[in-house]
């Protein structure tokens, strides 16, 4: 089972930024497939969608619609983190954030939930009007 720590949730007003932190075993951070899901509300798995991902070997990204310009993931490999900064933050944006891990390259199905074989337990996130 490989843990992933997730760090930076919070409360912020609209239009203000959030950093989101996932930190992975160094012995499999690198040259795997990372990135976020997020679930606004319920309980169900399925119901969760994808924010963006980054492959740690190259630093290839891919991102949400909703996501795109506002929204940055990086990779930090001194230790063996992805953050994702959060910017001009809506009240929709509200959800629990999680990181998660697939072996390997991002798949081009990146946004099924499916694709990740590893989660995090999750951060709140909440964005007030």
């Known amino acids: 089972q490989v843990q992933l720590v997730e760090s930076g949730g919070g409360s912020v007003q609209a239009g203000g930024s959030l950093t989101l932190s996932c930190r992975a075993p160094g012995n499999i951070y690198r040259s795997h497939c990372m990135g976020w899901f997020r679930q606004t509300s319920g309980d169900k798995r399925e119901e969760r969608e994808a924010v963006a991902t980054i492959y740690t070997d190259t630093g290839t990204t891919d991102y949400a619609d909703f996501a795109k310009g506002s929204f940055t993931i990086f990779q930090h490999n001194s230790n063996n983190s992805v953050t994702l900064q959060m910017n001009s933050l809506k009240p929709e944006d509200t959800a629990k954030y999680y990181c998660?891990?697939?072996?390997?390259?991002?798949?081009?199905?990146?946004?099924?939930?499916?694709?990740?074989?590893?989660w995090g337990q999750g951060t709140q996130v909440t964005v007030s009007s």
């Open positions: 998660v891990l697939d072996w390997g390259h991002c798949r081009a199905n990146w946004w099924d939930q499916g694709s990740y074989a590893f």
